[in-house]
């Protein structure tokens, strides 16, 4: 009923959608897989109205659809339930459900229509919620009930829902499942979008799976797969692995970042890991698993609740940043590089020089000269394109963003580094760039810890893997860099998990 | 805001295109300047009296530069500070009060003022970093209290609502001008004392944003607090330290509305509020944080009050000015929305 | 895990604001040896809540889509003398001249909002600016003079009161129940309190958020004009001064009432309440000599600790699992 065709999308530097294909058909539960960075979130926005494609097409029963924004796209049936909730806390679940079209006689809110009409929402779905509770008492769970019963009320043929059990209890999730599965019978397509293999293989009759942007597998049946060879075609070879030169790291030398025994106040439990110098260790996991969190939380933004942190040995409790990066050399290149990473709206040179102003200026004052020099320093080293170190970063592709983002830990001399997911968002050359940087970095003798959800990043770059997943720390393996053979090991480690061991809930998500 | 210029393949970066000389706020309010005073002289040619004008109006510009740069010190974090005016006047009572109960000359009296200023100051910033409350609203309900605080203080310390003496020194302040000192034959020009001291307030706030690491900081925090706290600025600390310049300066401006008055009062900085946004916003500051321009706060407090000056001479009453104050200040915003809106359809960064 | 609620039921602050308010008024009574409740004080009680009554409702209507109006004291002053002046100067009979205040206050809203709209400026920039513009034109009308012995009808409604309660304060009553009903039952009501609690989810749902911005200072606008015709009929005479005490008290008796300065919820009762606390506190003042300055003071604390209060309260909610 729905079809996209070889939909295409490209941001600067980068195209997230490469010939996409999609096909629906009603009554299906139908999953959409890939990794991070593989263009599941842009094919959503695309099918959603936010995005408009650069090239393909979105038809439904063969008629070509133009959205003009997400309205559009509610119209034309195809809802939505993102990740973070849309729903207005001070309203009753009845009233957010019809938001849309609030019953009116004259003016004045029909409140009997409004219950009847959420009623038989909620009654499609099966669930027992009475109609006039405000929303603000309803856990998570139950609102996303309440939004996919808004979806149906807004008459959507197809029901989009982005990562629905990420925040979910075992049992909320079981009857997720089973509303999923009532709407497939009521003749609706839905697209589950997860990260979670045995959830999809519990719920969904077809199977679409990105990578880089491209279908690798169209609305195949699940049936004929195994949860290996769905993981193999999400990771897939096709990544062409760069020769790096060999790296020899001396194993007596101690460790200069060690975490024994480590707790979180977010729920990590006994984590373990050292990195010495001139290692990479790569700290592999699925989104959620909590390594950006961990990242946080050495660097004293989270609170650690047992165990220690041991910097070249010391027993290190940091507060904050500025204590890690002064005191400690140890510098954390962040996830989110537009949020947490950059100052758009400065220049280059600023960006670069924000941790060494204190090094550089010269009775509080810091001479332009000196900002400069070293800008232009690391703009060279890195081979970051810019017509001036005074251009704003905001207008940078995103590869020299992130050469940006990493270029002032660079200026502030770590010896230590937590690199999290450098390279999601940017095109394979300047990723290949990156990983040769990184192979750098460790051969001239920092200690790097690399964050990533890329498989083939981690199986090329680290020297040793630990595996992550829902806030521990379930494997370490040393990497002879075979992927095949490294790949199977590390999938097997994450999913040796039992399926009913509940999800621990995280407030923040891993982007 | 920002615009990402480039085609997806060949050439990654663009340079940045010039802001055309029309658009750049700072030419557009020289050349406004200039017009009015063309304006203002051919309607009454007493406007170029330096006795009977232009020598009162650049003691009325001292003061309200002063004015623009305390509310600029804050809106570099992209914050606001309501509480100007009233920071003023009990930083202006803590200066009475000692000259008239302590006996403390000007020096010592504007140290006690000056450091009133900046607690105040620092208490708002304080309660802003420390529970995540909405400068706004902190400033807001500050503003309050120090209404009915500040009568109480006057009340219980003077006859009324002013001190009745002032420092030796301030009558100085007050009434002359570098004019009346000469060396030998050779005297100053017609410049009231007072413009020394804003000039030098607006330098160092210039140097301390434009070049000293502790501005920048505080620009950083403006621009992306979450990034900034993740490249290692405190930026719990510099949050209070910008406030506390707020509170600082506006103790300046309190001393330099009672130089100019004759007394300390507890009217003063009753005024502040609107002049204090206006001249920073006329002169391009940004609401938002990250960059301020103390070049521009100066025009704009010039502007300001030339317009106050002009229509003053040409005889409109002061609620017409005040009228005449608001339609400029919703020009000006107008005005910078719509520059906003044709650079960023040019493809330049303002 | 609970969903952060951004809303409290009718529970906790507005019991409390209501038996601070029986109790205050009882200890009043008491310590003005039952003076209070003779005939002719608690009808002036009354009728000079009226006013921070409707002004405090005019300043609700903008905090729920979170935004503010700092122009209410200067438009009702404006609206006022306007009234005023169609009635003495264009010899207008009171009815019409009723209806341009109300019009007027309205166009003047309206014209707020779609400024902020347009300019994509925070609310108080804007308001601030036409504030300031308001307060030129309020004398703009009869410069610093007085108008007084206009239309003897309205001024007897002014002064008239039903089984004991004065007129205006009823009308102020009513004022409040209708603007309660807006947004507790009517549909434009919901879909402002939408836009002010989540603008994104509303604009998901095909709510126009600028619309609401508009509708918000319209309202704010003609309710200032409300308490502008109540002015002119109780005070029998105006001048350009009025309204440049009310802003504070516009401001107060929402926040204090409970409304969240974020947007999203509105409390008539709490803010009719509060709008009642506050008058107490006057007539406190003035039965006991105390500097009417204290009473700033101390409504400017309670102001902030009501705000650190609500901000506190809404942060341990989003904590807990």
């Given at each position: 009923m729905l079809v996209a065709e070889n939909l295409v999308k490209t941001f600067p530097g980068v195209r997230a959608l490469d010939n996409a294909n999609l096909t629906l058909r009603p009554g299906s539960v139908h999953a959409l897989l890939g990794e991070n960075g593989a263009g599941k979130s842009t094919l959503v926005k695309l099918l959603t109205g936010v995005y408009r494609p650069d090239g393909g097409r979105i038809t439904w029963d063969g008629e070509e659809l133009h959205f003009g924004g997400p309205l559009d796209a509610q119209r034309a049936g195809i809802g939505v339930v993102h990740q973070e909730r849309n729903l207005i806390p001070a309203f009753s679940v009845a009233e957010n459900i019809v938001l849309h079209h609030l019953p009116g006689k004259a003016g004045w809110l029909d409140k009997r229509r409004m219950r009847t009409e959420a009623r038989r929402c909620l009654d499609l779905l099966e669930v027992e919620l009475d109609p006039d509770t405000p929303v603000s008492r309803l856990s998570v769970a139950q609102g996303q009930l309440v939004e996919i019963a808004k979806a149906l009320s807004l008459d959507s043929k197809v029901l989009l829902l982005d990562e629905p059990t990420a925040s979910l209890t075992g049992d909320e999730a079981d009857r997720l499942y089973t509303v999923v599965r009532r709407l497939r019978d009521s003749g609706r397509a839905v697209v589950l979008v997860s990260h979670k293999l045995e959830e999809v293989f519990a719920v969904a009759d077809t199977v679409t799976v990105l990578r880089d942007g491209r279908s690798v597998a169209e609305a195949e049946p699940l049936t004929g797969y195994t949860q290996s060879e769905i993981v193999d075609l999400m990771v897939g070879r096709a990544y062409a692995s760069i020769e790096l030169p060999e790296r020899r790291v001396d194993e007596n030398r101690p460790p200069a970042l060690r975490l024994t025994g480590v707790s979180t106040a977010i729920g990590h439990r006994d984590i373990s890991l050292a990195v010495r110098p001139g290692e990479i260790l790569g700290l592999y996991g699925l989104v959620g698993a909590g390594r950006s969190e961990l990242a946080k939380a050495v660097l004293g933004l989270e609170r650690i609740t047992a165990g220690t942190v041991e910097v070249h040995g010391e027993p290190a409790r940091i507060k904050d940043v500025g204590e890690a990066l002064r005191r400690y050399r140890l510098g954390y290149v962040t996830e989110d590089r537009k949020d947490e990473g950059l100052f758009l709206d400065q220049t280059v040179a600023r960006n670069i020089a924000v941790t060494v102003w204190r090094r550089l200026s010269r009775a509080g004052l810091v001479p332009d000269r000196r900002e400069r020099v070293l800008a232009e320093t690391y703009v060279e080293r890195l081979g970051i394109r810019v017509s001036s170190p005074q251009q704003l970063a905001g207008q940078l592709s995103g590869g020299n963003q992130q050469k940006v983002s990493l270029a002032k830990w660079l200026a502030a001399e770590c010896d230590i580094l937590i690199v999290d997911e450098p390279t999601v968002g940017i095109d394979v050359r300047t990723k290949a760039a990156f990983h040769e940087l990184i192979a750098g970095l460790a051969a001239e003798g920092l200690a790097l810890l690399l964050i990533s959800s890329d498989l083939p990043e981690t199986v090329v770059l680290a020297d040793r893997i630990a595996v992550m997943s829902d806030l521990r720390i379930v494997g370490e393996l040393d990497n002879d860099h075979d992927y095949p053979r490294m790949s199977q090991q590390i999938i097997r480690m994450i999913h040796a998990e039992t399926p009913t061991a509940p999800p621990t809930t995280l407030s923040t998500a891993e982007g | 805001m920002t615009v990402q210029a480039e085609k997806a393949a060949p050439a990654e970066t663009t340079k940045p295109r010039r802001i055309p000389l029309w658009a750049n706020p700072r030419i557009g309010l020289v050349v406004l300047l200039v017009l009015l005073v063309a304006l203002f002289t051919v309607l009454r040619p007493a406007f170029l009296d330096t006795r009977l004008t232009l020598t009162p109006l650049q003691s009325d510009i001292s003061v309200y530069l002063v004015v623009g740069l305390a509310q600029l010190s804050v809106l570099s974090l992209g914050h606001m500070n309501l509480a100007v005016g009233r920071m003023a006047a009990t930083s202006a009572f803590a200066m009475g009060l000692t000259h008239d109960k302590l006996g403390a000359g000007l020096i010592v009296s504007l140290a006690a003022g000056l450091l009133v200023g900046a607690l105040l100051g620092a208490l708002a910033g304080l309660i802003i970093s420390r529970t995540g409350v909405n400068s706004f609203v902190v400033t807001l309900a500050m503003d309050f209290a120090l209404v009915g605080l500040i009568t109480i203080l006057y009340a219980s310390a003077t006859d009324g609502v002013a001190f009745p003496t002032m420092p030796a020194g301030m009558e100085a302040l007050r009434f002359d001008t570098?004019?009346?000192?000469?060396?030998g034959d050779v005297c100053g020009p017609r410049v009231p004392l007072v413009v020394p001291i804003a000039i030098a307030a607006a330098l160092l706030v210039g140097l301390l944003f434009r070049s000293a690491r502790l501005g920048r900081e505080i620009l950083m925090t403006g621009s992306n607090v979450r990034a900034a706290e993740l490249s290692g600025i405190p930026t719990r600390t510099r949050i209070v330290q910008a406030h506390a310049l707020s509170g600082l300066i506006a103790a300046l401006a309190g001393f330099l509305l009672a130089a100019n008055n004759g007394a300390f009062s507890a009217s003063i900085g009753d005024s502040f509020l609107l002049p204090s946004f206006l001249a920073p916003v006329l002169g391009g500051t940004l609401l938002a944080g990250g960059a301020v321009s103390v070049l521009g706060t100066a025009l704009g407090a010039t502007l300001t009050q030339v317009i106050y000056k002009g229509l003053n001479l040409l005889q409109f009453q002061l609620d017409q000015l005040q009228l005449y104050i608001g339609l400029v200040l919703i020009a000006a915003l107008s005005l910078d929305r719509a520059r906003h809106v044709l650079a960023e359809r040019r493809g330049a960064k303002l | 895990m609970t969903l952060m609620a951004t809303t409290r039921r009718k529970g906790p602050p507005e019991l409390t604001l209501a038996v601070l308010a029986v109790v205050g008024f009882v200890a009043l009574a008491i310590a003005t040896g039952g003076n209070l409740l003779s005939a002719g004080t608690l009808e002036a009680f009354f009728r000079f809540l009226a006013v921070p009554i409707v002004i405090g409702l005019s300043q609700m209507v903008v905090l729920a889509v979170g935004q503010m109006n700092l122009s209410v004291g200067a438009l009702t002053g404006f609206c006022a003398m306007a009234a005023a002046w169609l009635m003495?100067?264009?010899?207008?009979p009171a009815p019409i001249a009723v209806l341009a205040a109300l019009a007027l206050g309205l166009a003047v809203g309206v014209a707020n909002g779609v400024l902020v709209v347009l300019t994509r400026i925070n609310g108080f920039i804007v308001t601030l600016a036409t504030m300031t513009i308001i307060q030129g034109l309020r004398y703009g009308v009869n410069g610093p003079d007085t108008y007084q012995g206009y239309s003897a009808g309205l001024r007897a409604f002014g002064r008239a009161s039903v089984l004991g309660l004065p007129a205006v304060f009823l009308v102020a009553i009513a004022v409040a129940v209708l603007v309660g009903l807006y947004f507790s039952r009517t549909v434009p009501g919901r879909k402002l309190l939408a836009s002010g609690g989540s603008p994104f989810a509303a604009r998901l749902s095909g709510i126009s958020n600028d619309r609401s911005l508009i509708t918000a200072h319209g309202l704010s606008g003609l309710l200032a004009g409300v308490a502008a015709v109540i002015t002119v009929a109780a005070s029998g005479s105006v001048n350009a001064t009025i309204g440049d005490d009310l802003l504070l008290p516009s401001f107060a008796a929402p926040i204090i009432g409970g409304v969240a300065l974020t947007g999203g919820m509105v409390s008539v009762t709490g803010t009719v309440l509060a709008a009642f606390l506050i008058r107490l506190v006057d007539v406190m003042q003035a039965q006991f000599g105390i500097n009417p300055r204290w009473v700033d003071l101390i409504i400017g604390a309670v102001v902030l600790g009501a705000v650190l209060l609500g901000t506190a309260r809404q942060k341990l909610q989003e904590r807990s699992p």
């Open positions: - | 570098f004019a009346d000192y000469c060396l | 003495l100067e264009a010899g207008l």
